[in-house]
């Protein structure tokens, strides 16, 4: 497979690499499995300064990786500063919390002594997606890093540029050489390396074709996974709403990263006796964004990531129309084979059009009309999916009501989702399993070991019957 920087915006290749064979990869893998051994030994301050100098240096570096995203997969440039700020941002809150977060903890039982000790496993894989090229693989590099273990990451192959940046920027942090290192790869050496003994973990960001071939590979040869896939994200609008903020949001949330986002939202589903008005209000703040050049400052959003993607989201919108949706906005490609997706609204959708059952990565919006707050809740749980979803009520506590009987792995009330370093981030059903950020992701990847200290013996414990 080849790998190689495309510009969607001017569809040209920017730079062509050579993809590293299995006997680089596997000299790579030599070196940071050696250095597991001794970073495992550092002290927390020791990783803290290094994470630390590593959020110094992507602030001081913002613009340029910015850069490198819109060039690569068509980040506005805006978008991309934020990005590069939020990794800044996590570095700093696993430097300073990773310590308390995987402090030994004490059990009270019959023992002496009795605790917890949470101890790194050694060399995780990490196999990263292109739409955030950078905040995908910090929030886990961050903790992964700071709780002992070294990481290798096998980076989407359109991003190569972003992946080998980020190796220079743990390099230039100060960590070790062989704590972080990028690996110009296609997918076909990928479970050559999940089957190596000396990688222990693997943490994969992606679709979930590629996440059951990963987590097949992984489990055949017994090794931790965490999995965040795709999903397809409800946005419930209730009748009692704020319906002009709820649809400003709507319009945002949809639009995040072009559409390009697992939590984007993108099934909207509304009260009946607001419906007309929300999809009015939806449309306008749609039209209102403007597209264009990722590099300019003015563009809030820019191509998808690749031509064939628009593609396939072209497919899905016509063939969801074809099985009975309503078009209420079409923008779509000007013509195949371009990467321009300006953004569509489909209502009527209906259980065995793809608008129902598919995840539209890219920006369509998907409008259901529920007769109630409870069908709406039904309709947001017949989904395969389940990673976020968002209420919209003036009713905040039904709104935290109904957040619990939605099956996702974060729902937001009034509130586009987001991810935070404070808070776990991850889903149920075909979303994936296990959590990134916050204590809950810097212990997906340690050994959570149990330490049992019996009491002294007393002398009469020693006797033997004879005595």
Request: aromatic share 8%; hydrophobic share 45%.
């Amino acid at each position: 497979m080849a790998i190689e920087s495309f510009n969607p915006y001017t569809n040209r290749t920017l730079r062509r690499f050579r993809p590293f064979s299995w006997a680089k990869t596997e000299r790579i893998l030599s070196q940071t499995h050696r250095e597991a051994a001794r970073w495992r030994t550092s002290s927390f301050a020791e990783r803290a300064v290094c994470l630390q100098a590593a959020g110094r240096l992507l602030r001081e570096r913002q613009d340029e990786l910015a850069r490198l995203m819109a060039l690569e997969m068509g980040k506005p440039i805006n978008d991309g500063r934020a990005e590069v700020l939020k990794c800044a941002l996590t570095c700093d809150y696993y430097a300073e919390h990773a310590e308390q977060f995987l402090a030994d903890e004490l059990i009270k039982t019959e023992a002496r002594r009795s605790l917890i000790s949470h101890e790194p496993l050694g060399v995780v894989l990490a196999v990263m997606p292109w739409n955030f090229p950078f905040w995908q693989v910090v929030r886990f590099a961050a903790p992964a890093l700071m709780a002992g273990n070294v990481g290798l990451l096998k980076h989407a192959s359109n991003v190569p540029q972003c992946a080998l940046a980020l190796e220079k920027i743990f390099q230039d942090a100060g960590f070790p050489t062989n704590a972080f290192r990028t690996l110009l790869i296609g997918s076909d050496l990928v479970a050559k390396l999940i089957a190596d003994d000396r990688v222990r973990a693997v943490t994969l960001t992606g679709s979930e074709a590629a996440g059951a071939s990963v987590a097949a590979t992984a489990g055949a040869n017994i090794k931790k996974t965490v999995l965040e896939l795709g999903g397809s994200d409800a946005f419930i609008v209730l009748a009692d709403a704020d319906l002009e903020l709820a649809a400003k949001t709507a319009a945002q949330a949809r639009m995040i990263n072009a559409g390009q986002s697992c939590i984007a939202a993108k099934r909207f589903i509304v009260e009946k006796p607001i419906l007309k008005e929300f999809i009015s209000k939806l449309k306008t703040h749609l039209l209102a964004l403007r597209t264009g050049d990722p590099l300019e400052e003015t563009t809030q959003y820019g191509p998808l990531a690749r031509p064939d993607l628009a593609d396939d989201l072209t497919k899905q919108v016509e063939e969801s129309v074809k099985k009975g949706a309503r078009v209420e906005l079409y923008g779509g490609q000007s013509k195949p084979g371009t990467a321009l997706f300006r953004p569509v609204i489909l209502s009527n959708v209906k259980p065995g059009q793809p608008a129902y059952h598919e995840e539209f990565f890219g920006p369509v919006a998907l409008v259901l009309e529920a007769r109630n707050a409870d069908h709406a809740v039904q309709l947001a749980n017949d989904s395969p999916f389940g990673l976020g979803a968002a209420i919209w009520t003036r009713d905040v506590r039904r709104g935290e009501e109904l957040a619990r009987q939605v099956e996702a792995g974060a729902v937001f009330v009034n509130s586009l989702v987001k991810s935070s370093p404070e808070m776990p981030f991850g889903g149920v059903k075909k979303s994936g399993y296990g959590r990134e950020l916050s204590y809950l992701g810097i212990r997906e990847f340690v050994n959570q070991k149990s330490i049992w200290i019996a009491n002294e013996a007393t002398p009469s414990a020693h006797k033997t019957k004879t005595e």
